[in-house]
């Protein structure tokens, strides 16, 4: 009898004992292709022997070492690497165990660079609403996933949320890219305005929104406009990389295809690539230098903060991204992936849109294109897709979100960046086989 509190404890999962490349072999003796690399973690598939290598050497050298004392070779050498991919301003790491903490180690940052700068007053965090930001309760607070809030509500504490960069649900049918972005732009400034201008401390959005949407880009422009109203009212801007971050929607940050750079930047799964939790925030000089010259430490601190073992993991990750090319691959792949995905859902009754960056796309399901029409949220037809998938040997990352009465069901792919060009070619077959099954059982139940 097993003891492990699954999520479904009345469905326990299938047992995972070996992965490979892109695939992932559980005991009953079946394969999956692992097309979304969990939750677009696995960059690099399972089982990369260099970066096992990494792991045992350090294992070897020093597994722990708390930073209390000491900082370690393998995390002082990841921040030099991450700090060479990024730009001048942003050159300083904070290492952390999951995307989680690092947005708790954000919004805590952020609050002290204020404090010392002479401004006790900012507390307020602005975020947007159809966003993921992890599952602690400072980060479900600033996330506008309505449903993984709800149960919570009570505990949260106080954020605020503007509407997301959402193109194809909420800009005006006349509305052109410019327009909508300074209607979100100027959203965002009079609630500033509302909450005091000197109250406010942070800006909080993911670059490409990953769980509660799906893929989903900002509109050109977007976040120059808002990068202009944090800093016409000394707003820390946070963009959140945790799942588009790392070369995942083809370039190294998601960041530089929108002409900004933040103040501070969370970074997780690719970070790792799943071999370690390992997540980081990488900070703007200008935060780092306000601390260093009031109470001169940051008041923040994990007893995993820099793990060597972690640090040494995504060293190797981040080496052979560097040296295979992988950012770039990631991008050519992607437009592979998309053309397949065109290809094959285009012109499907059932499929309203097809998006994303890099190897970073989703689809989303629609009852009907015309009308555009979302499927009936309780219908749950992305959780339908996922389990069907698993039994055609597709992994894949659905999400379903909900606001202001806008539903969308969508399925995520986020394969390895070496994927071949044959695999992706399955798994975009397996994941048609799949709703194809979904929806002609649907539609048999409903008597459509
Ligand atoms: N931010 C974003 C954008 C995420 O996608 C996630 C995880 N899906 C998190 C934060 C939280 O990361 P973790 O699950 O590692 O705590």
Excluded: W
Aim: proline share 5%; charged share 20%; with cysteine.
């Amino acid at each position: 009898m097993t003891h492990i509190f699954h999520r479904s404890p009345s469905s326990p999962p299938a047992i995972a004992v070996h992965g490979e490349g892109g695939f992932i072999h559980s005991a009953d003796g079946r394969q999956f292709f692992d097309g979304s690399g969990g939750a677009a973690v696995s960059c690099l598939g399972h089982g990369h022997p260099e970066v096992i290598d990494a792991v045992v050497q350090q294992m070897h050298k020093l597994e722990y070492a708390h930073t209390g004392f000491f900082s370690s070779e393998p995390a002082e050498k990841l921040a030099s690497l991450l700090a060479s991919h990024s730009p001048p301003t942003l050159n300083n790491v904070y290492f952390l165990s999951s995307g989680s903490e690092a947005i708790e180690t954000t919004l805590k940052m952020a609050r002290q660079y204020h404090v010392e700068r002479g401004e006790p007053q900012r507390r307020h965090n602005i975020a947007r609403k159809l966003s993921y930001h992890g599952n602690t309760l400072g980060a479900l607070a600033i996330g506008g996933h309505v449903g993984r809030r709800a149960l919570y509500q009570p505990l949260l504490v106080q954020a605020h949320h503007v509407s997301p960069c959402f193109a194809r649900h909420y800009r005006q049918a006349d509305e052109t890219d410019d327009a909508y972005a300074s209607r979100l732009a100027s959203e965002f400034e009079q609630l500033i305005l509302e909450l005091g201008p000197d109250t406010v401390s942070t800006f909080v959005a993911e670059t490409v929104v990953g769980a509660t949407a799906g893929a989903v880009a900002p509109v050109p422009g977007y976040f120059q406009k808002i990068r202009a109203v944090c800093d016409r009212y000394g707003v820390l801007l946070i963009m959140d990389e945790v799942m588009s971050g790392v070369g995942r929607t083809g370039t190294y940050h998601a960041f530089e295809q929108e002409g900004v750079v933040p103040d501070l930047l969370t970074m997780a799964k690719g970070l790792g690539g799943g071999y370690q939790p390992i997540a980081a925030v990488m900070v703007a000089d200008k935060v780092v230098d306000a601390i260093v010259a009031g109470s001169g430490a940051f008041q923040h601190g994990h007893t995993y903060v820099g793990h060597p073992v972690a640090c040494a993991a995504a060293l190797a990750v981040q080496t052979i991204i560097q040296r295979d090319q992988l950012v770039q691959r990631s991008a050519s792949m992607g437009q592979h992936l998309r053309a397949l995905l065109t290809q094959r859902f285009g012109d499907h009754a059932n499929v309203g849109d097809i998006r994303g960056r890099g190897l970073f796309q989703a689809i989303e399901l629609v009852a009907s294109r015309d009308p555009d029409r979302p499927f009936d949220p309780s219908l749950q037809i992305h959780a339908k897709i996922k389990r069907q998938a698993q039994q055609v040997g597709l992994l894949c990352y659905p999400g379903g979100g909900c606001i202001d009465g806008v539903h969308g069901d969508h399925v995520l792919l986020a394969p390895p960046y070496n994927s071949r060009e044959g695999v992706l070619e399955m798994a975009v077959d397996r994941l048609g086989q799949a709703i194809d099954l979904v929806l002609n059982e649907t539609a048999g139940k409903s008597g459509t």
